[in-house]
């Protein structure tokens, strides 16, 4: 089934609160679906979150699918393989390889794009879907009965259901709950920066270690005793984007106040590393700074009422800047918009909700616990297993493709493939064939009238989905 080719025949009326990349490509979704859609975020206009983000294949999958291929080339670089490098002594230790025919056979390619590149992609997608995008929004609390949104100016805005794609301290999970989810401190904060590879002319050294090798393409990790660097090429090798993560105790902003619209000095990570890496951090302009913050999954994504629902990392938080952060918001939205396409009745509503939970809870679980693995190798400190895993990464460098060993790398061939081999399309799909269209047929033999009843919506219609309310 083609990206947006099936039309729900009951419409529906959505408030999405928050406009990152669950925001968007959710709103993208639902209209392509025949629902209207309205956004609300409480910044001033459309995201200026720097740094990189990786479209890995389950991820570049959904955009292509949704028409964006020629986008994704224009803006994303491919990779194939992370280079590790020591932060103590800058000697590179190995690397981790991803085989073509694994790639092959997750059916799309592993791209490294600039954020702002790809919620730029999603934004224009939405607005041109028929989204309405509304800023400086700023929701103060979400009801069920009737659906609305109350924002700090004191107006309320109704809709038939309210999304709450605010991510990990959301006002919707807020009023679902009845209770805010702060969350506990890690002890690590990631320092966000972008430099202009212009600037590293004058050093060889640094210019050809931030380029991409059209050959064997890869992206560097430095790793240390709890803390790494990870370098990302973007904009077609004009930028390279820089994410520190750093022990919040061998910093001064431990206490201070982070987020992507809070810009901290760079020497707020002024401590010892290797020179080339120590040259990159001095070149870097100021950064933004986010706190890794343990907080619990949501146990229920919806209210009672089924009215309110969460999505993206609003219900299952990750650690800022993993591999698969923007992933799980886009499979998100394509599972869930994929579902409502199917509404014809408001008593399929519970249903759909149920469908679209049992689906993404168990999927973002196992992200969850891969990405938080991930972290403990890179953090390793020095003893037998670190040695084991230098001596793995080694022996790929060394042999390349051909030194895949799935005994001595962490990381297996089946997960891998699991996890980049993931289809959000077919899930829903698959989901809809199975237990969908057999609860329908279920439900037209036993006559049953709808449980649900439409609430009448003045706030939203055709005519009033401005493109832009800035």
């Not at 201070?256 to 590393?273: A, F, H, K, Y």
């Not at 001595?408 to 899930?427: L, N, P, T």
Request: charged share 25%.
């Amino acid at each position: 089934m083609v990206a947006g080719s099936t039309k729900a025949s009951l419409c529906l009326s959505f408030i999405i609160v928050g406009g990152g990349v669950a925001g968007l490509a959710t709103a993208f979704r639902l209209c392509q679906a025949g629902h209207h859609v309205r956004v609300l975020d409480k910044s001033s206009g459309p995201n200026q979150r720097a740094g990189g983000t990786h479209l890995p294949p389950n991820l570049t999958k959904v955009l292509v699918e949704w028409g964006f291929g020629e986008k994704l080339a224009q803006h994303g670089l491919s990779t194939r393989a992370s280079k590790f490098i020591s932060m103590d002594s800058g000697d590179v230790i190995g690397c981790l390889e991803w085989k073509e025919d694994v790639l092959q056979e997750s059916g799309a390619d592993y791209l490294l794009m600039h954020y702002q590149d790809l919620h730029n992609i999603l934004y224009e997608a939405a607005i041109s879907a028929g989204a309405q995008i509304s800023y400086n929004k700023v929701v103060v609390r979400a009801l069920a009965n009737p659906p609305r949104v109350q924002l700090l100016s004191g107006e309320e805005l109704y809709a038939d259901l309210i999304i709450g794609a605010d991510g990990p301290q959301s006002v919707v999970r807020e009023s679902i709950e009845g209770r805010r989810e702060d969350g506990t401190p890690e002890g690590h904060s990631v320092y966000v920066a972008v430099i202009s590879r212009e600037l590293l002319k004058g050093d060889a050294e640094l210019y050809e270690l931030t380029g991409i090798d059209p050959c064997r393409p890869s992206y560097p990790i430095w790793t240390g005793t709890s803390r790494h660097v990870l370098g990302l090429t973007v904009r077609g090798g004009a930028e390279f984007a820089i994410h520190a993560f750093w022990p919040d105790s061998e910093t001064d902003g431990g206490a201070s106040e982070d987020g992507w619209d809070v810009l901290v000095p760079r020497e707020r990570i002024n401590v010892q590393c290797e020179s080339k890496l120590r040259r990159l951090l001095d070149l870097a302009p100021d950064m933004q700074r986010i706190r890794l913050v343990n907080r619990p999954v949501a146990e229920d994504w919806v209210d009672h009422s089924g009215r309110l629902i969460l999505i993206g990392e609003a219900a299952h938080p990750l650690y800022p800047g993993v591999l698969q952060s923007c992933s799980m918001q886009v499979e998100d939205a394509e599972v869930f918009g994929s579902l409502f396409s199917q509404l014809r009745s408001w008593d399929q509503l519970p249903h759909l909700i149920e469908g679209f939970q049992d689906l993404r809870q168990s999927r973002t679980r196992n992200i969850h616990e891969k990405e938080t693995r991930a972290f403990q190798t890179v953090w390793v400190p020095p003893g037998p297993e670190r040695q084991a895993r230098d001596e793995a990464l080694r022996s790929v460098m060394v042999s390349g493709w051909q030194g895949w060993d799935e005994k001595k790398m962490r990381w297996q061939w089946e997960e891998i493939c699991e996890v980049f081999g993931y289809s959000a399309s077919e899930a829903a799909e698959d989901w809809w064939v199975m237990w969908g269209m057999l609860r329908e047929r279920s439900r037209a033999r036993e006559g049953q009238e709808g449980l649900y009843t439409p609430i009448e919506v003045t706030h939203i219609h055709d005519g009033d989905l401005a493109r832009d309310d800035r």
